[in-house]
Nanobody, 128 residues
Framework: QVQLVESGGGLVQAGGSLRLSCAAS????????MGWFRQAPGKEREFVTA????????TYADSVKGRFTISRDNAKSTLSLQMNSLKPEDTAVYYC?????????????????????WGQGTQVTVSS
């Protein structure tokens, strides 16, 4: 069992930056593929970005490509999301997620139902 706790959300003006963190406890993240999802009011949860166990393989939603960067530190059991050039449409609750994977270090999971563990979410609000 792994517990995930997000932090770093807040209110920022359009064009600004935020860095989200996801701290894991209970297990090392070495055997977990990780991802970030978000959910805006009245909308379904959507994929933002994900990376493999090794951190070498990443995938981004088109809406955030070139603005967001995902990274991980397995030694510290943390996942990060650097968000630059934020837009009002980035406003949402952001969730980190983890999926245990044994067979490969390079698999990237992009669908919510692939993930076993979720954090409680952190609110990001971008004002225009």
């Amino acid at each position: 069992q792994v517990q995930l706790v997000e932090s770093g959300g807040g209110l920022v003006q359009a064009g600004g930056s935020l860095r989200l963190s996801c701290a894991a406890s209970g297990r090392t993240l070495t055997y977990y593929a990780m991802g970030w999802f978000r959910q805006a009011p009245g909308k379904e949860r959507e994929f933002v970005t994900a990376l493999s166990r090794s951190g070498s393989s990443t995938t981004y939603a088109d809406s955030v490509k070139g603005r967001f960067t995902i990274s991980r530190d397995n030694a510290k059991s943390t996942l990060s999301l650097q968000m630059n050039s934020l837009k009002p449409e980035d406003t949402a609750v952001y969730y980190c997620a983890a999926r245990r994977i044994i067979f490969t270090t390079e698999y990237v999971a992009t669908k919510a139902d692939e993930y076993n563990y979720w954090g409680q979410g952190t609110q990001v609000t971008v004002s225009s």
